[in-house]
């Protein structure tokens, strides 16, 4: 793996980020690219992907798109092989669900979890092995949330895929160190995205309303403020970090 000058410098790096199109995914790949690495691009939105491979390429970076959504195996082991030997995969890609424990339908769990958990598994199960494969020290990050230290109204599909994705990480950790490998979660509180975006007004209102009383910093969280929690974990800055969970949410531990 290249060594660059700079602990968080990525220079000479190749990184893998899904979720790429929009929001963390894309405020991620923009900021792997301007630290120097060669940035993966990958979503099930191709105009999302276009968007931020020209907002990479505008920031002087280099990206690579690769559309293809996450619930597809082949279609992940394909973008990893393309990639070349991978040094970075953030694991970003996601999608919100609300339904009253009652409520919630076998359908409902099947595609939150075969998203939300199962989509981060293979991609961290491709990373790994493409790094192993290679015999090169690598950094996976993955994206968990603050849904996981708190229980929420109509959240139990997407915090349960969530703690999943804590325990993934945490295992995986602890089988892939012996190869160099560095596995780490990020768990945000709420950031301005177009995901918190699809929320009702109403809730939109409290909760940035909430977070703001709440937060010793007294704002919300923004894309960018999640990007270098994962450039911290994707550097050499956090050469000593791994099965670590980071809690970018402004200090706001229980949002609700
Ligand atoms: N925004 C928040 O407050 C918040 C808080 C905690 C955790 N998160 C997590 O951060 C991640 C990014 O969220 P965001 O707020 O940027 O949301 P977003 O909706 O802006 O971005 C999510 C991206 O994931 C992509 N995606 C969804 N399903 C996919 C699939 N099956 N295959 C490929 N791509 C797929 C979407 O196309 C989109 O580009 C998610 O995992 C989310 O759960 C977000």
Redesign the pocket.
């Known amino acids: 793996m290249p060594t660059p000058t700079h602990p968080y410098g990525l220079t000479g790096r190749t990184a893998l980020i899904?979720?790429?199109?929009?929001?963390?995914?894309r405020a991620t790949a923009v900021l792997l690219a301007e630290a120097g690495a060669h940035v993966h691009c990958?979503?099930?939105?191709e105009q999302?992907l276009a968007e931020t491979a020209a907002l990479v390429a505008k920031a002087g970076g280099v990206a690579t798109v690769h559309p293809?959504?996450?619930?597809d195996r082949a279609a992940l082991r394909a973008a990893v092989t393309a990639a070349g030997p991978l040094d970075i995969t953030a694991a970003?890609?996601?999608?919100?669900h609300r339904s009253s424990v009652l409520e919630t339908t076998d359908e409902d769990l099947d595609r939150i979890l075969d998203?939300?958990f199962k989509?981060v598994l293979r991609t961290c199960q491709e990373a790994a092995r493409s790094m192993i494969e290679a015999g090169r020290p690598g950094s996976i990050v993955t994206?968990?949330?603050?849904?996981v230290d708190a229980a929420q109204p109509g959240l139990l599909c997407?915090s349960a895929a969530?703690a999943a994705v804590v325990q993934l990480t945490k295992t995986l950790a602890t089988e892939a160190g012996p190869h160099g490998i560095r596995v780490n979660a990020v768990?945000?509180?709420?950031?301005r995205?177009?995901?918190?975006g699809r929320h009702s007004p109403e809730v939109q209102q409290q909760t940035e309303a909430a977070m703001v009383r709440m937060s010793p910093l007294r704002r919300v969280?923004e894309?960018q403020d999640i990007a270098r929690a994962v450039l911290y974990l994707a550097s050499d800055a956090s050469s000593f970090m791994t099965g670590q969970i980071l809690r970018p949410n402004g200090g706001v531990s229980m949002p609700w």
Do not use: E
């Not at 994206?143 to 849904?147: K, T, V």
């Not at 768990?187 to 950031?191: D, L, N, T, V, Y």
């Open positions: 899904t979720g790429a199109a929009s929001g963390i995914g990958a979503d099930r939105d999302g293809l959504d996450v619930t970003i890609a996601g999608v919100m998203i939300n989509g994206m968990a949330s603050g849904a997407y969530k768990a945000p509180g709420w950031i995205t177009p995901m918190t969280g894309p």
